[in-house]
């Protein structure tokens, strides 16, 4: 059996208004929204600090290695 976890990144994309308004504010591309998306994961710790702010998530959230 496989087990759920939440992609915490959809869901702070989602609450800054999608992937294009997300982009913008962020500084990047759409296409690194996406692959932030597809890895359910932010690497980069001042941009993960960012979306968590904007999207008023915790940090660790966006950067989980799950």
Wanted: proline share 2%; no cysteine; aromatic share 4%.
């Amino acid at each position: 059996m496989f087990q759920l976890t939440k992609n915490y990144v959809k869901i702070a994309v989602d609450r800054i208004g999608g992937p294009t308004k997300a982009a913008t504010a962020m500084a990047v591309s759409g296409t690194t929204i996406h692959h932030w998306i597809k890895r359910a994961r932010i690497a980069d710790i001042e941009k993960a600090t960012l979306m968590a702010a904007l999207a008023g998530l915790e940090l660790q959230q966006l950067r989980s290695t799950q």
